[in-house]
């Protein structure tokens, strides 16, 4: 477990299911940092933490006095066996906990999971251009890669999608 002044950071695990589907479901509800405009169920989000587990891919979660207030995951950017060694990033904090270190934690973490999950290139594909998504990223060691522009639609506004890029054989930047 990775520590932080009021906060820790640790595999998910079914349990978590009921915390990250809320957290996911203010986004979906409220952010463009996903462009999801129904949000999956608790049941939906154990399935996932259950198949990561079972492919060996990193899911996270922080806790804050032990209630998950931030969690993140990595899986293959594509199916294809040629994107075997590309994973794609998923990041998501409740908004209380932002801007606190967590996220930045949180990624750092991430990074190293996905890193000795035999994955060496990190893809951030970020809806809606968030401008904290996008600092974050870029604080830990991202790199603009792309941006696809009017590609989403949610609340009645065209919206672009930002590619960052990592390469996880890099040392980690010191944020």
Same mark, same amino acid.
């Given at each position: 477990?990775?520590? *932080?002044?009021?906060? #820790?950071?640790?595999?998910? /695990?079914?349990? @978590?299911?009921?915390?990250?589907? %809320? &957290?996911? %479901? ?6 463009? %940092? ?16 259950? @198949?990561?587990?079972?492919? #060996?891919?990193?899911?996270?979660? =922080? ?11 990595? =899986? ?10 590309? /994973?794609? @990033? ?14 930045? =934690? *949180? *990624? ?5 999971? $996905? ?10 594909? &970020? ?8 600092? *974050?990223?870029?604080? /830990?060691?991202? $790199? ?15 919206? @672009? ?15």
């Amino acid at each position: 477990m990775t520590s *932080l002044p009021d906060a #820790g950071v640790r595999p998910a /695990c079914p349990a @978590d299911a009921q915390a990250i589907a %809320a &957290i996911y %479901a203010w986004h979906v509800a409220n952010g463009t %940092a996903t462009f999801d405009t129904v949000a999956p169920d608790e049941a939906t989000w154990a399935a996932k933490i259950a @198949d990561f587990a079972t492919r #060996g891919f990193p899911f996270l979660v =922080a806790e804050r006095e032990g209630d998950v207030v931030a969690y993140a995951y990595a =899986a293959r950017f594509r199916d294809r066996a040629a994107y075997a060694h590309t /994973c794609e @990033d998923s990041i998501y904090v409740t908004r209380d906990a932002r801007g606190g270190g967590i996220g930045t =934690a *949180l *990624l750092l973490a991430l990074i190293a999971a $996905a890193r000795a999950s035999g994955f060496q290139q990190m893809i951030a594909v &970020i809806g809606g251009g968030e401008p904290a998504s996008v600092a *974050l990223h870029g604080k /830990c060691g991202f $790199a603009h890669a792309g941006r696809m522009r009017n590609v989403g639609f949610k609340f009645g506004r065209l919206l @672009d999608t930002v590619y960052m890029q990592r390469d996880l054989r890099e040392e980690d930047p010191s944020p």
